[in-house]
């Protein structure tokens, strides 16, 4: 079974200034997908950035981008320009291939999340 | 596209009843999930249905806990003889599963607490 471990309860940054919330995972398995979940308070929790693991490339939507190191079985998240909004729980999540069984698995493995806070 | 819609938001039930959660997917995605998510921890996974077939189901899913998908639309789930130790949000994903491009939307969640 795969886990996912985010070793940082809680993460605090200045606005307009850089953070990277770290996350590790276990698995056996060489093809599968990586991603970040963002969850304001009571709000939905919503896609920030996903990793193909057999894509070298480190993902990047806008401000947030990935270093993958896959050897490592490392997936840190970097917010660039941090913004008041950026204020949330992430969570790191797992999810094997689906093509390499069957379409079986297709859940997610989260983390136990970092609460992000944003300081004016 | 209205996004995955979750019913109710908040329930406060006793213990020993029953209640009943519903999920309504973003309209054409086949598959759909249901998580549990206790405070401060990530989201863990329950089922999870492709059209009307309930493929996987966790460990966790005791069998006080039943889940549907009548026609592969909405989905409900039943927790009989609630307990304590059901108090969680209850959160429904839905996808379009189409090759290995699948990203799982989240509703707003069932926030419920057993008295």
């Known amino acids: 079974a795969q886990t996912v471990t985010q070793s940082q309860p809680e993460m605090s940054v200045q606005e307009a200034e850089t953070v990277t919330l770290s996350c590790t995972y276990d698995?056996?398995?060489?093809?599968?997908?990586l991603f970040w979940y963002k969850q304001p308070p009571s709000r939905q929790m919503i896609l920030v950035i996903r990793?193909?693991?057999?894509?070298?490339q480190n993902a990047t939507e806008n401000r947030f981008s990935v270093n993958f190191q896959k050897a490592a079985k490392s997936f840190s998240l970097k917010i660039s320009d941090s913004q008041l909004g950026d204020a949330a729980m992430y969570f790191c999540?797992?999810?094997?291939?689906?093509?390499?069984?069957?379409?079986?698995?297709?859940?997610?493995?989260f983390g136990g999340g970092t609460r992000l806070m944003v300081k004016p | 596209d209205t996004g995955v819609s979750q019913d109710p938001r908040h329930k406060i039930t006793k213990r020993g009843q029953n209640v009943t959660f519903r999920c309504d997917p973003i309209?054409?995605?086949?598959?759909l999930y249901w998580y549990r998510q206790t405070l401060g921890q990530g989201p863990e996974f329950l089922t999870y249905?492709?059209?009307?077939?309930?493929?996987?189901k966790s460990r966790l899913l005791s069998d006080r806990f039943s889940a549907e998908r009548p026609k592969g639309s909405f989905s409900t789930l039943e927790i009989q003889r609630t307990e304590q130790g059901d108090s969680a949000m209850y959160l429904c994903?839905?996808?379009?599963?189409?090759?290995?491009?699948?990203?799982?939307?989240f509703g707003p969640g069932t926030r419920l607490l057993v008295l």
């Open positions: 309209s054409e995605h086949n598959r």
């Open positions: 990793q193909e693991a057999y894509k070298q």
């Open positions: 994903a839905s996808s379009l599963g189409v090759g290995v491009q699948e990203t799982q939307y």
């Open positions: 698995t056996s398995e060489s093809d599968y997908y």
């Open positions: 249905f492709q059209n009307e077939a309930q493929l996987e």
């Open positions: 999540a797992y999810r094997s291939d689906p093509s390499m069984n069957n379409n079986a698995g297709n859940m997610l493995t």
